[in-house]
């Protein structure tokens, strides 16, 4: 199991955080999920997931589907930073 913290801005911190598409995407391929804000004013959002499949994980976020979560949640994908648990 993979441990990540992935990094990134948002459109609306209030929708991302309450979007069920993360868990539509991600719950099928066992990913689990915490979910945390930035600063106060700030648009930065942030993940810890434990991925079981990195292959799996890896295709799906490079999907239609994966694309199609994304602009759902307004994630602004050129902010995106992943970093694996050392």
Do not use: C
Not at 29 to 50: D, P
């Amino acid at each position: 199991m993979a441990t990540y913290l992935v990094i990134h801005d948002v459109d609306d911190v209030d929708h991302w955080v309450s979007s069920p598409k993360r868990a539509e995407v991600f719950g099928p391929l066992g990913i689990t999920i915490r979910v945390f804000r930035g600063a106060a004013e700030s648009n930065q959002v942030g993940l810890i997931l434990e991925i079981p499949d990195m292959d799996a994980f890896q295709e799906i976020m490079g999907s239609e589907v994966g694309a199609e979560a994304m602009k759902f949640d307004g994630v602004h994908p050129e902010t995106l930073v992943m970093l694996s648990e050392a």
